[in-house]
């Protein structure tokens, strides 16, 4: 067994799966539905046998086309990439078995390609180490996600869609443009030789700038989450599960990964911006949740309050921060998802999501209510939850680092979340009967946003495997502390 | 001062006037072409600045980055034309409802 | 016209902050070139950008190719736009592209094949075929219903999955993903880009049609 | 998995399977499900029991699981986690049944056991504590189980007390993260430790362990119902019976003083709290609330109200007798946590009683009650006579030590404090005494349900009667071997010097 | 040596602001049709401009797919755009198309 998964290079199979996966649901639309269900499997099993490996020799380097860093490209596996691989599998697994009952079968033609293609560009910019390559995925990406969310049928849906295209190309532009003068000054696109021959100059303060705003934007960090929120309201609600837990979070990757390798040495002013973009997104997000009537586009809101909470670790710096950040990235996929599933239940029986009328869909669906409840924990950071124990690193992170404000606004953030999630919680011990709407939910959807909540609660209690996954390769042992 | 700075400035002014008619306008159609200028003036700051030393041959990686990077935007380009033509068949007008900012 | 207040001069900080940048830029110590051309002999094709886009970077290539089909892709789940009008051809447009066809599939079987020593290379080429696509698609003409279901499937995804059987079958024999044996990787570059040239033609003219040809699975 | 590491985890999952179960039976499972809890129940007394034999044969209980690098769940036998643990296993299974009894033919029985088992599994988790991380996720787990019983009838007010409810325990347990987190990057261990572990701290960390005490008392307090958080309790009596019995007097409550013991003895240490200064404003605030709480229950007419306000005072004798650094006047404070309990119960359970089988809500619709059902009215006299302190019952004794201890530290007001209560205890529970014995009973009754001969359902008179009993035995059997003056005084005896 | 030099500067000074001005009468036209166009010009301009910068194959690319299918593409969108507006367009497939997915449609 041994000989067999040592020797494999997991590496490329975890990109070039999802795409033969693609094109094999291209050419043979009937039965798109098992082939994209097997491909989910495979990539979760890859994921382990990637995991597996890195376990055994650390971080592992893979030159593609045999030429090594300057010349070709590079694919670089540690810790911080297998913990996304294995959110983006896991969720992406969640997602697959509950799409497989949520498409119209001509929708589902043209969703089961699209969304393996996604698979592939993720898993892709998680491996890559080189900054043009994550220009072409994050390319790829964002179109895979744009025609996702284009394939509800509503206006709102079309002109979100419209709105998260143009977007998507203008954060890559900015990104390109980055790219362009850090490859112009120091001659190599790779991450690991920018990171040693990066020093300060006009041209690295201008590619910082250009691609933290093109990766911002992309992010929907606060100033620029304008977009988020219809776009991920309108979507099916798969593909808003998808967008929320994963593409999301690519981008943010990206700045984390570009921030501890080549941007250390910039000044702590940039940082304490973000902190404080993360703040403010944090509160602004909160409070937008509150006030909404529809339970999609509150969850939405809930997304962006939540990213804020990843960015609170840039002014902190620490590895434990780090370490949290990328708990409550954890956490918050599957919980997100988790909560998005639900609301996508709630909206297939109930046929609308006003939070207002809930209480009679709701006694109807009790794995669902459950599953939201379990997500509702995770996202508030109670106890028994990944979210609670991102919260309290985060906590002792700022409370270490004497930035003691940073663990105001996490607290903050925590009653916002306790009042959107009860807010909709609320309206669910009430005395009306459930509602007489013909049709049963298939149980998979049922179950699978259950199965991912279970999970988000479960990262609570046992927190020794992600915290070791993210150890591989020490990603953060190079960020500068304090 | 050769001129080659010549065109990447020019680039650069590309890219700012693209972000300008990004903004400003409202019409799908122009955010579209803004888009398209903005992506070429990128293009040719990486292709300027990559012959800046005459006597040797220019660096040829620039080049295959921009001829990917125009396949790429052409078929970004595709993608957003058809969503346009969809968002006005749906809503009847050619602009994103609340002139959603950049 | 409240927003135009601060946005022009930001832009124009903007672009004088990018020009001062640009302007200033350091030259690198050592660049990517000179390493290129110790390694071109060994890349089986003499011209650089080619041998940077097929070889050295292949993997780029490989991906973009993944954008183009997943542009098609998202142009086909759209849907719904009415067909181009059957307005039938002009006389000049019709002579005009009995000539033209030819000539440009011509065109683009050169600049395939020149593309291994001098400027020309795949998407060129599949640039021009997509450009003869769309003037037989301006006179009128479709795809038979015949072969607009699998047949066109296979060649809009022949350049991507080209692309991913030669390097799956490269790393059967025991080298790295995408690695080309020196003395047999002029042909490889050359059929892989030859499959990318039809598959490109091929989504191009298919963007340009908007909507699934004959509507089969509507 | 020997019994030592396993035995902790058993106790808490006795009732966590069972609530778990619960939740997954359809509806009309009646016997099922009332086997399951009754089965939990005894296991949970046989378990506690057991631990009880193994901590006088010097075993010691310990089971605990790594949470984070340094810092992991514990749960541990100490002696003060058992004396919260065996008053509360033993009122659950008098409230389970009662429970049964008093839901009999409601809709939502499932849902409704479950989280009470839950809630139940919070305690205890609350009890066995061996950290204060530990006791931060069982007293977080105590909010969210307990919300949905508050809301259970699903009326206006049911959901309007629900929300008051979370936004003030939602925001303690925040309050409550925060200063156990700095107080985890002060000290570097979250251990209970006999005599606390930050009197080692040097001198400058002072002042900020002032400002960690002041808001750790703010997030428990808010579940001790100290005033000004006691807000959400007499909202919280819109729940059925069972739940304003257990969870109102035993179990939520309870959690916030037992926490302010952990927090005074097993964190700071009590010499150490005295020598910051620390303790006499928090007696300070538990006498204001002591006396506020009486005032306010007497002029409510409602009698679960009033009940309810004379929780939020009782409670606070609890906090006092911890707050005044001497042996005897803890010694008074901890037997108090145990008698409060027991009494508490039985009004409740009266209560409840007097609300299901006659439907009574008011005080002034007690006349002459005691005639149609006086063995309810029998154990509710009990239960007043205890918590006005009369000599042979339990309370007695409490306020006894109570102002003993006050002596012994030299805070003479404690005694005016303790006169003064009693005073207002008499003043809001003899008039309902009065009203219910010598007053002529009206023609009929609001809601009247017969039932034959009995002048209730066994289920619903059993479990207060029981009560009273216990209260009469932990009165008058206050020196017997075993008995709850012996317990308090061994842990007493460990968290002082001497 | 000197001339050739001069000719150079004064060839590039006119492209470059050739180019600029086509790209901002592009942006700036009223009609849209008259800025597709200026947009096709400017794309074929700018293939002039890489072959300045000695990038062949880029010239060939930016003629081939930035001027010639890009410019095909706005012009089909626009022509389509013309007949949506116009009415012309074929009335019931279309509508057809609207109303027939899942009750997802959110009222």
Known sequence: ?482 | MSYVYLYALLGVSLFVLGLNALIVHAHLLRKILAVNVMSTGVFLVLVALSSRNEEVLPDPVPHAMVITGIVVSVSATALALILMLKVNRATGKNELPDRGRD | MERSRWLLPLLLMLCLGLGYTVLSMPEPVEGLPEMLVDNMEVAGVSNPVTAVLLNFRGYDTLLEMGVLLVALLGVWSLGGIPDYRESSPGLVLDIMSRQLVPVLILVAGYLLWVGADAPGGAFQAGSLLGAAGVLLLLCGWRIGNRCSGLPLRFLLILGLGMFVVAGTGLLLIGGEFLQYPSPVARELILMIEAAATLSIGATLAAMFLGSLPGGADK | MNWNTALPLLIVASSLLPGLMIFCLPENRVVTRTTLNLAGALLKIVLVGGMFWGILHGYHFETRLVLLPGLDLVLRSGPLSMLFVTLSAGLWLITTVYAVGYLEGSPYRSRFFGFFSLCVTATTGVALAGNLITFLLFYELLTLCTYPLIVHRGTEEARKAGKSYLAYTIAGGALLLLSTVWLYTLAGTLEFTERGFLSGLDASLHPTLMIIFAMLIAGLGVKAALIPLHGWLPQAMVAPAPVSALLHAVAVVKAGAFGIVRVVYYVYGIEFSNSLGLTLPLAMLAAATIIYGSLRALFQDELKRRLAFSTVSQVSYIVLGIALASPIATLGGLIHLVHQGVQKITLFLCAGNLAETLGIHKISEMNGVGRRMPWTMAAFTIGAFGMIGAPPLAGFFSKWYLGLGALDAGQGWVIYILAASSVLNAAYFLPILYTAWFKTPPDSWPAERSFGRKETAWTLLVPPLVTALLTLALGLLASAPFNLLEWARLIVSRGFAQ | MEALTILNWVLDGLLGVSLFSLAWLALASPDIFKAIVLFISFGLLMALAWVRLNAPDVALAEAAIGAGLTGALLLAAFARLEDISIGASDGEEVQSHIQHDSNEEPK
């Open chain 1, 1 to 482: 067994m041994e000989l067999i998964l040592g020797d494999v290079p997991w590496i490329v199979v975890l990109i070039i799966l999802p795409l033969t996966g693609g094109m094999a649901c291209f050419l043979f639309p009937a039965i798109s539905k098992s082939l994209g269900l097997l491909t989910s499997l495979a990539v979760v099993a890859c994921v382990w046998g990637l995991g597996w490996q890195l376990e055994e020799e650390g971080a592992q380097r893979y030159a593609i086309g045999g030429w090594g860093a300057p010349l070709g490209i590079d694919l670089y596996a540690d810790g911080l990439s297998l913990l996304m691989l294995v959110v983006a599998a896991l969720v992406g697994l969640g997602i697959s078995v509950y799409s497989c009952g949520y498409f119209s079968p001509d929708k589902a033609n043209h969703f089961w390609p699209l969304w393996l293609f996604l698979c592939g560009a993720l898993n892709a910019l998680f491996l890559s180490s080189d900054i043009f390559n994550l220009y072409v995925t994050l390319e790829l990406l964002g179109l895979t996600a744009v025609a996702l969310v284009a394939l509800a049928d509503g206006a709102e849906a079309l002109t979100s869609a419209m709105r998260y295209l143009l977007i998507s190309l203008l954060g890559s532009l900015f990104y390109l443009l980055g790219v362009a003068f850090l490859y112009h000054s120091f001659g190599s696109l790779d991450i690991a030789i920018l990171a040693q021959r990066a020093e300060p100059s006009p041209a690295v303060w201008a590619a910082v700038g250009l691609i933290s705003t093109g990766l911002l934007l992309k992010t929907a960090l606060f100033p620029m989450h304008f977009w988020l929120p219809a776009a991920h309201a309108c979507a099916p609600t798969p593909v808003s599960a998808l967008l929320s837990a994963l593409v999301v979070k690519a981008s943010f990757y990206i700045l984390l990964r570009m921030w501890l390798e080549i941007f250390p040495m910039v000044g702590t002013s940039f940082a304490q911006l973000l902190g404080l973009l993360g703040a403010a997104a944090v509160l602004w997000g909160g409070i937008q949740a509150l006030r909404q009537t529809r339970l999609k586009l509150l969850i939405a809101y809930s997304t962006v309050s939540q990213l804020g909470y990843l960015f609170l670790a840039f002014p902190l710096g620490t590895s434990l921060a780090w370490k949290g950040a990328l708990y409550m990235l954890l956490s918050h996929a599957m919980a997100k998802a988790a909560m998005f599933m639900a609301a996508g239940n709630i909206l297939v029986l109930g046929g609308h999501d006003r939070i207002a009328e809930l209480s009679s869909i709701t006694q109807r669906l009790p794995l669902t209510l459950t599953a939201f409840t379990l997500a509702g924990i995770s996202i508030m950071g109670l106890p028994p939850s990944g979210g609670f124990i991102a919260k309290w690193l985060l906590l002792q992170a700022s409370i270490e680092s004497g930035q003691w404000w940073w663990g105001i606004i996490l607290i903050l953030g925590g009653l916002l979340a306790a009042a959107y999630v009860f807010k909709v919680i609320g309206h669910v011990f009430t005395q009306d009967e459930p509602t007489r709407q013909a049709g049963t939910l298939p149980t998979t959807m049922e179950w699978s946003a259950l199965v991912l909540a279970l999970v988000a609660v479960l990262l609570g209690l046992f927190t020794s495997w992600p915290l070791a996954i993210m150890e591989i390769g020490s990603p953060f042992g190079t960020g500068h502390s304090g």
